[in-house]
């Protein structure tokens, strides 16, 4: 059978340090609040994900739609304003829109509602530091395939396992599709949600402004810095140039991916989140991600970074949804890399720390990152070997062995 197998040591209360082990078997921006109206009378309108009732039929949600929109445009209701964006379908019932305050109160006394959430801002969770001497940076590899330490300066995937016929959808900044790393197999999706968002002049087709998705990529997929050699990368940009972006756009991200993967089936697919927030509002976000779970693909993401400040993985999202894998950050020597955050919604930790990956910045070079984001990308390349291996198992199942 092929099994992931766990070596670990307690260095911290409730936290193990796992070694995966393979065995047979221009920069954007993303305002959520706008001011719109005349000089004399100016009308704020904040960016809100709403959610209807599972069981809502479509007439509902198209009529409540209508009577937004026309209302927005009458010139009797100037403090009733209603920009509606993304319509949801797979991932939720329900849509994205920017509304007064007015029009957050004519949807909430809508009967068929059941979520009004105000959009928050979500971050990539890593440091970035340039080494002169790569050294001893491509040590996170070589940890994977052994239980223990020391390092034996060698990352043998077993039964030859590279990852083909799997797909991996990564929600970030963007990939560096032409960098020599990926091969030709980074891809862009038909999709970009900040493409979509902002309506710049430009798309950005998916491609990385800022170097995060790129690096994050390569631990995944890259020819030689990758888990999984061969899978096939599809870029999901919900992350600016500035690294930055909201809940709405990892929903909108979410949906994406469910309505592509159906033109894709019956491979299998991984989706990988290195991405954090402050937990606040997340009903909706946490909708999303379990109905991805629930179409068959594991969602990997990050504890999250404290930068200094302990502090627990519950407290932010999406680390803190249960079926989700969520994973920490380990050093060299097998301790948590000081700035992960810990706690009880972390199922594994995996180096994190000086690790080598690709660069948006040209074609062939690398740089260095340390943090959670680095982590989560090593765990999602084994979910990529194990479903290439066992391609029937459940999303579940693969969090489960992993």
Same mark, same amino acid.
């Given at each position: 059978?092929?099994?992931?197998?766990?070596?670990?040591?307690?260095?911290?209360?409730?936290?193990?340090?796992?070694?995966?082990?393979? %065995?047979? &078997?221009?920069?954007?921006?993303?305002?959520?609040?706008?001011?719109?109206?005349?000089?004399?009378?100016?009308?704020?309108?904040?960016?809100?994900?709403?959610?209807?009732?599972?069981?809502?039929?479509?007439?509902?949600?198209?009529?409540?739609?209508?009577?937004?929109?026309?209302?927005?445009?009458?010139?009797?209701?100037?403090?009733?304003?209603?920009?509606?964006?993304?319509?949801?379908?797979?991932?939720?019932?329900?849509?994205?829109?920017?509304?007064?305050?007015?029009?957050?109160?004519?949807?909430?006394?809508?009967?068929?509602?059941?979520?009004?959430?105000?959009?928050?801002?979500?971050?990539?969770?890593?440091?970035?530091?340039?080494?002169?001497?790569?050294?001893?940076?491509?040590?996170?590899?070589?940890?994977?395939?052994?239980?223990?330490?020391?390092?034996?300066?060698?990352?043998?995937?077993?039964?030859?396992?590279?990852?083909?016929?799997?797909?991996?959808?990564?929600?970030?900044?963007?990939?560096?599709?032409?960098?020599?790393?990926?091969?030709?197999?980074?891809?862009?999706?038909?999709?970009?949600?900040?493409?979509?968002?902002?309506?710049?002049? %430009?798309?950005?087709?998916?491609?990385? &402004?800022?170097?995060?998705?790129?690096?994050?990529?390569?631990?995944?997929?890259?020819?030689?810095?990758?888990?999984?050699?061969?899978?096939?990368?599809?870029?999901?940009? $919900?992350?600016? &140039?500035?690294?930055?972006?909201?809940?709405?756009?990892?929903?909108?991200?979410?949906?994406?991916?469910?309505?592509?993967?159906?033109?894709?089936?019956?491979?299998?697919? $991984?989706?990988?989140?290195?991405?954090?927030?402050?937990?606040?509002?997340?009903?909706?976000?946490?909708?999303?991600?379990?109905?991805?779970?629930?179409? !068959?693909?594991?969602?990997?993401?990050?504890?999250?970074?404290? %930068?200094?400040?302990?502090?627990?993985?519950?407290?932010?999202?999406?680390?803190?949804?249960?079926?989700?894998?969520?994973?920490?950050?380990?050093?060299?020597?097998?301790?948590?890399?000081?700035?992960?955050?810990? !706690?009880? &919604?972390?199922?594994?930790?995996?180096?994190?720390?000086?690790?080598?990956?690709?660069?948006?910045?040209?074609?062939?070079?690398?740089?260095?990152?340390?943090?959670?984001?680095?982590?989560?990308?090593?765990?999602?390349?084994?979910?990529?070997?194990?479903?290439?291996?066992?391609?029937?198992?459940?999303?579940?199942?693969?969090?489960?062995?992993?």
């Amino acid at each position: 059978s092929f099994l992931l197998n766990k070596g670990y040591m307690s260095v911290l209360p409730k936290v193990r340090f796992f070694a995966i082990v393979v %065995f047979c &078997c221009p920069n954007p921006s993303l305002p959520t609040t706008h001011s719109q109206g005349s000089s004399s009378q100016q009308h704020e309108i904040r960016a809100y994900i709403v959610a209807l009732k599972a069981n809502t039929p479509p007439g509902i949600k198209e009529n409540l739609l209508e009577e937004l929109r026309s209302r927005d445009a009458s010139i009797s209701e100037p403090l009733f304003l209603a920009k509606i964006g993304r319509i949801l379908q797979l991932t939720l019932n329900g849509f994205i829109a920017n509304l007064s305050d007015t029009a957050v109160r004519h949807v909430k006394s809508n009967l068929a509602v059941q979520t009004v959430e105000e959009d928050q801002t979500v971050r990539a969770g890593h440091t970035v530091r340039n080494y002169s001497n790569q050294g001893d940076t491509y040590w996170g590899l070589d940890r994977l395939d052994q239980l223990n330490l020391p390092l034996d300066q060698l990352y043998r995937p077993s039964c030859n396992l590279t990852g083909r016929g799997v797909d991996v959808y990564v929600l970030d900044s963007g990939i560096n599709y032409s960098h020599a790393e990926f091969e030709g197999r980074a891809m862009y999706p038909g999709f970009d949600p900040v493409d979509q968002r902002t309506g710049l002049g %430009f798309p950005f087709l998916g491609w990385d &402004c800022h170097g995060h998705g790129t690096h994050v990529s390569s631990i995944i997929g890259g020819k030689t810095l990758g888990v999984a050699s061969n899978c096939t990368l599809f870029s999901v940009r $919900v992350l600016t &140039c500035a690294n930055e972006g909201t809940v709405s756009l990892l929903i909108e991200g979410l949906e994406g991916v469910l309505e592509h993967h159906q033109s894709r089936k019956p491979r299998r697919a $991984v989706v990988n989140i290195s991405i954090f927030g402050r937990r606040t509002q997340d009903r909706c976000l946490r909708t999303a991600i379990l109905q991805v779970i629930r179409s !068959g693909i594991p969602v990997v993401t990050i504890a999250g970074n404290g %930068f200094g400040m302990t502090g627990s993985a519950c407290w932010h999202l999406p680390a803190y949804i249960k079926k989700a894998i969520t994973v920490g950050a380990s050093r060299m020597d097998d301790q948590v890399w000081p700035g992960s955050y810990i !706690g009880s &919604c972390i199922q594994l930790m995996a180096p994190g720390e000086r690790i080598w990956g690709a660069t948006n910045q040209d074609n062939i070079g690398g740089t260095t990152r340390s943090g959670t984001s680095m982590a989560a990308p090593f765990v999602a390349g084994a979910a990529v070997l194990l479903l290439e291996r066992c391609p029937n198992l459940s999303a579940h199942r693969v969090g489960r062995i992993i």
